[in-house]
C-alpha cells in the first residue's frame, strides 16, 4: 500500500540469530518504521540518521539494508522486483539518497577477506560480499596458533542454528610484529555481545523476591546488563533483550509487581522465562546511593536519577530500571473491577493469579505469565462457569488460532470487564451483533504502528507518579490535623472507650450490650419473616433433578399450524442464503436472514404477508374440522365405556359371596390357637353343637406345594376345625383386612 507522503509494505521479515520474524514497514517522511508481529516490538528509524540504503538480490525475494551514522545496520527481507522503482523514487525525494543495487558473490568460495564494518564482519570474494556476520550474535570467541573460533548465541525460534564458524588467518609477511589473530579477536570482541561483569556495578539491591524464577536474588545494575545473583543460580540480562516494563499493584493494595519482558528469555536447562516477576511491599522504604558522580547522572541519564535517591523500594528499582533500559513503565489505566482496583481474580489452567486490564492489551501474572496485545487478539468470548454459576469464564482468541482461558472470575466483574472490551472496541464471540458489523465497529490495531507500551498520548505512569506527588504535599499541609486526630487515641487515659469489668463506666458497657441483644433479635426476626415469605421449594426426583411436567404428545392428525410471512420468505430463500454464505453456521444464516428481512420494503413484504394471511385462514378452516371430529370420537368413546362399567357392575353383583375362613393357624400364630388335642377334647364335651355346625363349615383352602404334601401326609387324620368363637374372630379379622 502506497500513498504521496508513506509507503506500507506487510509481509517482510527481520532476521534476529537465524529466525525470520515477519511484520509490517512503513516508510515515511519522517523515517521507517517497523513492527514485530511477533513481540509487538518497534523500531524507529529517523530519516535524519540514515547513511547508506543498498538493494540485493537473497533466496526470499529481494532485500532492503538500511544504515546509520552510528553504524547500526537494519536488514528487511520480502520485497518484490516491482518495490525497487518505488523505493528508489521515494528515498532519492525525501531523504535526498541513492538507493544502490548490490550483488551477492556465489562463486562459493571458502577463501577471501575480512573486512569489519561496524558491528558487522562482511566476507568478502573479488571485493564482493559472499556473507555478512552481525557481531552482536556472537557469544564466546577462542583464538589458537593461526585460527579464530565464533560462537553465537542460539535462538529458540529458528529451526536450524549456527553454532560455531572457524577463521583461519595466515601470518602478516610484511609487517611480522603485528599478530593477526589478536587483531582479528580485538576486533571481534570489540563488537560482541559477551558480558562480562568487569568494574563495580552502579548499584545493588539486596535479597529481591523473584516469582519467575522463583527466589530471593541479589540484583546489580551494571551500564549494559541486568545480574541476577542467587544461591543456586546466576542469570545476566543484556538490556537489549528487554521488552517491556510494567509495574502492577496487587490487589491486595499493599505489594507491587515489577515485571520485565524479556525476549529472547532466561533459560536455566529446558526451562525458559520470559518474564521477570519481583514482588515488592509497600511498606519496605530504602536509601540507595549510586556509584556514578552527579555529573554523570546528569549527563548519561538527562537527570532521571540523582546520586542519592530514598524511597519505597519498588519506585527506585522502576526508576533505575526505567532510565537504564530507556523504556517506558505500562502501569494499569482507566479499568477499575468490582473491588475497586486494576486486578481480576482468575485462574489460568491450574495456577490462579490476576488478570490485568491495560490500554492497549493484557496481562497475567504469574504462573506462567502472559501478555497479550490487542492486535495479536481476534476475539474474545464470555463463558458460563464449569465449577459454579457464581463464576464465569473470560476467553482471549488471537489471530494464530490460541485460546487462553482465564476462569472462575466472579459474576459481579463481569458488566466491568465487558464495558472495558466494548470501549476498546475488541470483536466479542457469541454477541447478538452480526460478525460483519462487528469488524466495521472494531478497531484493527494492526494498523498502528506503535507498540503495546508505547502511547504518547497517555501515559499513566507519569499521571500516578504526579498524583501521588500532589497527595504528598497535600498530606504535608494538613499533617497538623493529623498529629491532632492521633492525640485523640490515649489507651490508657480516662476518656477510653472500653470499659472494664473493675471499671467504673461498667454500667454504660451493660446497656450498650442490651442494645446489641435487641439488634440481634430483631435481626433474627427479620430473618424468620424472609424464610416464611420464601416460596417452597419443589419437589426433587430420586434421581436429584427437578421434578418436570409431562409434555402432551402431539397428536398426528392434527393441522400444521400457519406459518409467519418471515417464515415463508425464509423457506424460499434458505438455498440462495447458503449458496452466498457457504461457511456460516445455522444461527448466523438465521441473523443474516433476519437483517435482510429488516432492510425489504413493505411493497417487498406485501406478496408473503398475503401469503401469511392465506395459511392462516387455512388453519384456523381445518382446526374447527379437527375438533368437531375429536369431540365426535370423544362422545362414541364415551357411551363405549358406559356400557363395558355397566356389564363389569353385573358381572361383580352375579357372583356368589363366599365366607371367609381361616386355615389352621401355625403354632404361635397367635391367642387364637389351640392344639389338636384341645379341640378332639373340646368337640366330645360339646358334641351336639359341633355336629349341627360342623355340616355348614367348609374345609379350609390350603396355598402352595407346602399345604399339598400337608394335606396328603393328613389324610388318615381327623380334619381339625376352628370353634365358633375363633371362627366369628377370624372372620371379623377378614373383613378388618378387606
Excluded at 509481509?11 to 517522511?29: F, T, V
Excluded at 568478502?124 to 565464533?150: Q, R, W, Y
Excluded at 556509584?291 to 548519561?300: N, V
Excluded at 388453519?619 to 371430529?629: C, L, P, S, V
Aim: proline residues 4%; charged residues 35%; contains cysteine.
Amino acid at each position: 500500500m502506497s500513498s504521496g507522503d508513506t509507503l506500507e509494505f506487510d509481509q517482510i521479515y527481520q532476521e534476529n540469530k537465524g529466525a525470520m520474524y515477519d511484520g509490517r514497514l512503513r516508510i515515511s517522511k519522517q523515517g521507517i518504521v517497523f513492527k514485530n508481529n511477533k513481540t509487538g516490538k518497534v523500531d524507529n528509524l529517523s530519516g535524519t540518521d540514515l547513511n547508506l540504503t543498498h538493494w540485493f538480490r537473497v533466496a526470499r525475494g529481494y532485500e532492503l539494508k538500511v544504515g546509520l551514522k552510528s553504524g547500526a545496520v537494519f536488514k528487511y527481507d520480502g520485497f518484490k522486483e516491482s518495490d525497487f522503482d518505488k523505493l528508489s523514487d521515494f528515498i532519492n525525494k525525501n531523504y535526498k539518497m541513492r538507493l544502490e543495487e548490490k550483488e551477492l558473490s556465489v562463486k562459493g568460495w571458502n577463501w577471501g577477506t575480512a573486512k569489519f564494518k561496524g558491528p558487522l564482519l562482511s566476507f568478502d570474494i573479488d571485493n564482493m560480499s559472499a556473507f555478512e556476520i552481525p557481531l552482536g550474535n556472537v557469544s564466546h570467541c577462542a583464538t589458537s596458533k593461526n585460527e579464530v573460533a565464533l560462537e553465537f548465541h542460539q535462538n529458540d525460534d529458528a529451526d536450524v542454528s549456527l553454532m560455531e564458524m572457524r577463521f583461519y588467518v595466515p601470518p602478516n609477511q610484511d609487517n611480522p610484529e603485528v599478530d593477526p589473530v589478536q587483531a582479528f579477536h580485538d576486533n571481534v570482541m570489540d563488537k560482541a555481545d559477551i558480558i562480562q561483569a568487569t568494574g563495580d556495578a552502579i548499584c545493588i539491591f539486596k535479597e529481591l523476591q523473584c516469582l519467575t524464577p522463583r527466589g530471593r536474588y541479589d540484583v546489580r545494575i551494571y551500564p549494559t546488563f541486568l545480574h541476577l545473583h542467587g544461591k543456586t543460580f546466576d542469570y545476566k540480562l543484556p538490556y537489549t533483550t528487554v521488552l517491556r516494563l510494567f509495574l502492577l499493584p496487587h490487589k491486595d493494595q499493599r505489594q507491587m509487581f515489577f515485571v520485565v519482558s524479556l525476549d529472547p528469555p532466561i533459560k536455566q536447562g529446558q526451562t525458559r522465562y520470559h518474564f521477570l516477576i519481583l514482588q515488592f511491599s509497600k511498606e519496605e522504604d530504602m536509601t540507595l546511593e549510586l556509584s556514578l558522580s552527579e555529573e554523570d547522572c546528569a549527563d548519561k541519564f538527562e537527570g532521571k536519577l540523582q546520586k542519592e535517591m530514598s524511597g519505597p523500594v519498588y519506585e527506585i528499582v522502576s526508576r533505575v530500571m526505567k532510565s537504564m533500559v530507556n523504556r517506558k513503565i505500562t502501569v494499569p489505566g482507566s479499568f477499575k473491577g468490582n473491588s475497586g482496583t486494576s486486578a481480576v481474580s482468575c485462574s489460568h489452567k491450574a495456577g490462579a493469579g490476576f488478570l490485568y486490564p491495560l490500554e492497549r492489551g493484557f496481562i497475567y501474572v504469574h504462573k506462567p505469565p502472559i501478555h497479550l496485545r490487542f492486535d495479536e487478539i481476534s476475539c474474545v468470548n464470555f463463558a458460563r462457569g464449569v465449577a459454579s454459576n457464581r463464576t464465569f469464564d473470560f476467553e482471549i482468541e488471537t489471530k494464530s488460532g490460541t485460546t487462553y482461558t482465564f476462569s472462575s472470575i466472579e459474576k459481579e466483574e463481569y458488566g466491568k470487564l465487558f464495558d472495558f472490551t466494548t470501549n476498546k472496541k475488541l470483536r466479542v464471540k457469541n454477541r447478538g451483533k452480526n460478525l460483519l458489523n462487528q469488524l466495521k465497529d472494531s478497531v484493527n490495531y494492526d494498523e498502528d504502528m506503535m507498540g503495546s507500551d508505547d502511547d504518547a498520548q497517555h501515559d499513566a505512569y507519569m499521571e500516578r507518579v504526579k498524583a501521588e506527588a500532589a497527595a504528598g504535599i497535600s498530606d504535608d499541609d494538613d499533617s497538623s490535623d493529623d498529629e491532632e486526630e492521633d492525640v485523640d487515641f490515649n489507651p490508657d487515659g480516662s476518656g477510653s472507650d472500653i470499659a472494664e469489668e473493675y471499671d467504673s463506666n461498667a454500667s454504660i458497657s451493660s446497656s450498650d450490650d442490651d442494645e446489641e441483644d435487641e439488634e440481634k433479635k430483631e435481626r433474627k426476626k427479620k430473618k424468620l419473616e424472609k424464610a416464611k415469605n420464601k416460596p417452597a421449594k419443589r419437589r426433587k426426583t430420586s434421581d436429584g433433578g427437578r421434578k418436570r411436567k409431562k409434555r402432551q404428545k402431539k397428536d398426528p392428525n392434527a393441522p400444521k399450524k400457519s406459518m409467519t410471512a418471515f417464515m415463508l420468505w425464509l423457506n424460499a430463500t434458505r438455498s440462495d442464503l447458503r449458496k452466498e454464505n457457504p461457511d456460516a453456521s445455522i444461527g448466523e444464516i438465521g441473523k443474516i436472514a433476519g437483517e435482510k428481512w429488516r432492510a425489504m420494503g413493505p411493497s417487498d413484504k406485501e406478496e408473503w404477508e398475503q401469503k401469511a394471511k392465506e395459511d392462516k385462514e387455512r388453519y384456523k378452516i381445518a382446526m374447527e374440522e379437527y375438533q368437531a371430529k375429536k369431540e365426535e370420537e370423544g362422545s362414541s368413546e364415551g357411551e363405549e365405556s358406559d356400557q363395558a362399567e355397566k356389564k363389569s357392575k353385573k358381572t361383580k353383583s352375579s357372583r356368589p359371596k363366599s365366607s371367609p375362613t381361616k386355615s389352621p393357624s401355625k403354632a404361635g400364630a397367635g391367642a387364637n390357637y389351640k392344639s389338636k388335642e384341645y379341640i378332639t377334647s373340646d368337640s366330645d364335651s360339646d358334641s351336639s353343637n359341633s355336629d349341627s355346625d360342623s355340616e355348614k363349615e367348609k374345609k379350609p383352602k390350603k396355598k402352595g406345594k407346602k399345604a399339598k404334601k400337608k394335606s396328603e401326609d393328613e389324610e388318615e387324620e381327623p380334619i381339625a376345625s376352628t370353634p365358633p368363637e375363633s371362627e366369628e374372630s377370624a372372620d371379623d379379622d377378614d373383613d378388618e383386612d378387606d
